[in-house]
Nanobody, 124 residues
Framework: QVQLVESGGGLVQAGDSLRLSCAAS????????MGWFRQAPGKEREFVAA????????NYADSVKGRFTISRDNAKNTVTLQMNSLKPEDTAVYYC?????????????????WGQGTQVTVSS
C-alpha cells in the first residue's frame, strides 16, 4: 500500500515556473515507477511525465517535453515535477501516481495508487 500526497500547486502567470512535489508513505517507494498525470476541466486525464524505479529513465508527453522535468529522491520518498515556461493550456489538476512496473510507463491503467491531486492554474 502506498499513499501519495501532492503539493506545490497554485496560480501563476504564463511563462512562470512551478514545482510540484509528491510525498509517498511506506518503505517500498523505490519499488514503484512514478508518474504525473493531469486533468483539465471537461477533458480526460492525460499522461504528463513518468520516471523509472531507479530514476534512470524518464518519459514525457510531447506537450511538456523540454519544459517539464520529473525527478525522484528514493531516500526521501518524493517525486518532483519541475514545470517551466508554463502555458494557460497547462491548467489542470495534477495527480501523482505509483506503478508496480519497472519502467516509466505512460499507460494510466498501469498505475496502482493515486494522490488526490493539486490544482495548477496558469493565467494568460
Amino acid at each position: 500500500q502506498v499513499q501519495l500526497v501532492e503539493s506545490g500547486g497554485g496560480l501563476v502567470q504564463a511563462g512562470d515556473s512551478l514545482r510540484l512535489s509528491c510525498a509517498a508513505s511506506g518503505r517500498t517507494f523505490r519499488s514503484y515507477a512514478m508518474g504525473w498525470f493531469r486533468q483539465a476541466p471537461g477533458k480526460e486525464r492525460e499522461f504528463v511525465a513518468a520516471i523509472s524505479r531507479s530514476g534512470g529513465s524518464t518519459n514525457y508527453a510531447d506537450s511538456v517535453k523540454g519544459r517539464f522535468t520529473i525527478s525522484r529522491d528514493n531516500a526521501k520518498n518524493t517525486v518532483t515535477l519541475q514545470m517551466n515556461s508554463l502555458k494557460p493550456e497547462d491548467t489542470a489538476v495534477y495527480y501523482c501516481a505509483a506503478s508496480a512496473v519497472v519502467g516509466p510507463t505512460t499507460r494510466e491503467t498501469m498505475y496502482n495508487y493515486w494522490g488526490q491531486g493539486t490544482q495548477v492554474t496558469v493565467s494568460s
